[in-house]
């Protein structure tokens, strides 16, 4: 998630590069673990560091078996930060795409003048992994890594987890048959994904920025044309629970993610809309959620917002809603983040 209109934002339209980025990079990914969840993490890692503390819960987790991290907001810090972190947490030879063309953009708080940039700072101190510091450019096209991942995936096996804007998951939709499989976008997304989780919206109705912030006609055209299940975690729910203060103070002082909470917010805890969407990827309903819908469908309109559309037809599109209290929850994305930097330092 891009930081929000709360603290301001100012982002840049770009354009995609279609020519192929990565080809020469060595993926060597498990793609049919016995055990685990596949997962595709789909990131505006950039400005709030949500992003982060959410790319390292899949990262750490024993449950998950990552595919591949590709990154919706065009700078080539964004790029090697997400590396970094894969390499810092053992995860190397996960490959990492990103939307072109590439800019050397870092985040300044223009609005509040309160947050701090970090995604420059963890790649440049934590380097590694496909994408060693300096060599963003060396990034798979995002499309081209969803088609050559989901094609190698067992079918209805791969969850994908949209922590921000839409530009790659629409160029997906939209992609061809190629040298990976014969079939369209959306007959590849019908095959292999199990199940798309978006941290966008409000809920049953609103004005989120991950929907609006970039491209909304991208967003309508994602949210609206998606052909299998989702589920949303929306705004309200994500703003409501804080989470980041206990890892600051507890975990080693050499680990990446806690040196970019501290970097972004100055040891002040902050919202969780993406660790919690995360949360859900990597474990579903759980002890933490419940759905809060039982039919309908989320429709986006032309300017981002969003609306929910009561349909006793369509089953399998919901919005979550916690069946805990926030602070409960917000506890445990710290207790989760400080055992995957204690379980890495202790190696």
């Known amino acids: 998630m891009v930081f929000r ?154 969850t994908i987890a949209s922590i921000g804007f839409f530009e790659n998951l629409s160029g997906l939709l939209n992609s061809s048959a190629d040298g990976f499989s014969p079939l369209n976008g959306s007959e ?45 975690l929306g705004d309200e729910l994500g703003a409501n629970v804080k989470s980041g203060g206990r890892f600051m103070a507890e975990a080693p002082s050499v680990d990446p993610i806690r040196s970019a909470y501290i970097y972004y917010t100055y040891n002040t805890s902050r919202p969780s809309w993406d660790p919690l969407t995360m949360l859900y990827a990597i474990d579903g309903l759980g002890e933490i959620f419940e759905y809060a819908n039982e039919d309908g469908y989320n429709h986006v309109a032309p300017d981002g917002s969003n609306s929910w559309i009561y349909d006793d037809r369509v089953r399998n599109q919901h919005w979550l809603k916690l069946k805990i209290p926030g602070d409960i929850a917000g506890g445990e994305i710290d207790k989760r983040l400080l055992e995957g930097a204690r379980n890495k330092y202790s190696e």
Do not use: C
Not at 15 to 35: F, K, R, S
């Open 5 to 158: 209109p709360l603290s301001g934002f100012l982002i840049l339209l770009y354009i995609p590069l279609i020519a192929h980025a990565g080809a020469n990079q060595d993926v060597q990914t498990p793609l049919l673990a016995a055990e685990g969840k596949n997962l595709i993490i789909d990131t505006d890692l950039f400005s709030d560091v949500d992003d982060a503390a959410a790319l390292m819960l899949a990262a750490t987790s024993p449950s998950v078996n990552l595919l591949a991290v590709n990154i919706n907001y065009p700078s080539s810090y964004s790029a090697l930060a997400a590396s970094a972190i894969l390499h810092y947490y053992g995860l190397s030879k996960v490959p990492v795409g990103i939307t072109r063309p590439l800019t050397n953009n870092t985040f300044f708080d223009s609005w509040g003048f309160e947050l701090g940039e970090y995604a420059s700072k963890v790649a440049y101190h934590w380097p590694g992994g496909t994408l060693p510091w300096g060599h963003a450019e060396d990034a798979w096209d995002p499309v081209i890594l969803y088609r050559k991942m989901l094609s190698q995936a067992t079918d209805h096996s791969v």
């Open 188 to 232: 590849l997304v019908s095959v292999k994904v199990r199940e798309m989780v978006v941290m966008g919206g409000a809920y049953p109705s609103g004005y989120e920025y991950n929907f609006w912030g970039d491209n909304a006609s991208l967003a309508a055209h994602v949210i609206n044309h998606w052909p299998g299940p989702v589920v949303y």
